[in-house]
């Protein structure tokens, strides 16, 4: 398996963001991660990428725990954060060299190149971060998670700020990474999880409402709006 979560738990005061919950995912998976706002996707995301200690449980990535081995992991995980919070003084090159260099990548230059024709950030790598569009932005986060050529792919709200077009190529880039790539994948554009992804997790106040193939959810010929809908008025005990 490429992420195992068990019972994992994040606990503020009284409230349990993530209440004991638990998941497999394996190589070549896109994993839909779903739930309303608060539901807990981005705390699960910051304990898997070793940015958030859990308060009980565990998470691995690639069979390395993430608590014991926080620098080990992040060579392994290629994450995207809702906020994307990037550098906005410096050149978009110049960023992706600086993420590089951090992760001590051969040939950087050459990849450096790669990933920016990958991303369609060619036109606007010669600008400073703050003068992009903020679909620009994005790709410059998605740039920078992908660098270097991670085995796991954690993306928060990925396609947040595109137009359409650059949703589907943004899309197409996910299902081509995932051929190799294990990918957790969290949007609240129904829709797109629904064109991406093979498989859908839906948290509500913490808890785990659904785990399921998507087939296997709209067997009964419901929507996945409706599936969202009827899984997230639930109060999970």
Do not use: W
Not at 21 to 34: A, D, M, P, T, W
Not at 62 to 67: P, R, S
């Amino acid at each position: 398996m490429s992420i195992v979560v068990e019972n994992l738990l994040k606990q503020y005061g009284e409230q349990k963001a993530v209440n004991n919950i638990s998941f497999n995912i394996q190589k070549g998976e896109i994993v839909g991660f779903l739930g309303p706002n608060g539901a807990g996707k981005s705390t699960t995301m910051k304990m898997i990428t070793g940015y958030l200690t859990p308060d009980g449980g565990k998470a691995s990535v690639c069979g390395l725990d993430v608590v014991a081995n926080p620098i080990a992991i992040k060579k392994k995980i290629g994450y995207l954060p809702e906020s994307n919070a990037l550098y906005y003084d410096m050149y978009v090159k110049e960023y992706l060299s600086f993420i590089g260099g951090v992760h001590q990548i051969e040939n950087l230059n050459s990849q450096i190149k790669n990933i920016i024709e990958l991303t369609g950030l060619t036109i606007e790598q010669q600008k400073k971060i703050g003068q992009l569009s903020k679909g620009y932005k994005q790709r410059v986060g998605l740039a920078a998670a992908l660098i270097h050529s991670p085995e796991v792919l954690i993306l928060d709200e990925p396609t947040s700020g595109l137009d359409p077009n650059q949703i589907i190529e943004i899309r197409n880039l996910i299902k081509q990474q995932s051929i190799n790539k294990t990918v957790l994948f969290s949007s609240h554009i129904l829709q797109e999880v629904q064109a991406i992804c093979d498989r859908i997790i839906i948290i509500n106040k913490g808890n785990i409402v659904a785990d399921d193939t998507l087939a296997n959810l709209q067997k009964n010929n419901q929507s996945l709006e409706d599936i969202f809908k009827n899984a997230t008025a639930i109060t999970a005990v």
